[in-house]
């Protein structure tokens, strides 16, 4: 399983980094991303930015239906720093 994410990841990666920063994108353009999680690029005055949705909670999660729509952007250019860390959380021991 964590084979299959970890190949997910790394070809989300490819996508991403395949276009151009001077690539326009008209307002925002959604990518498939996870049962859990949507993903948008949008154009930002930092080039190209990255949006991380939430769009379904966690299997017992209890907290406010407010939390629906949750997200967080940051650069395109961060998306390697980013999988790195992700990779580092994978391989922590729970």
Do not use: C, W
């Not at 989300?12 to 980094?17: L, N, T, Y």
């Amino acid at each position: 399983m964590k084979d299959k994410t970890l190949q997910a990841t790394v070809d989300a990666v490819k996508f991403f980094m395949e276009k151009k920063d001077n690539e326009e994108i008209q307002e925002g353009t959604e990518h498939k991303g996870t049962k859990y999680v949507r993903i948008n690029t949008f154009a930002s005055s930092l080039g190209q930015g990255i949006q991380l949705t939430q769009d379904k909670r966690l299997p017992g999660d209890k907290r406010a239906g407010s939390m629906m729509g949750a997200y967080v952007q940051f650069p395109k250019k961060d998306i390697p720093l980013m999988i790195k860390k992700l990779q580092a959380v994978l391989k922590e021991r729970n």
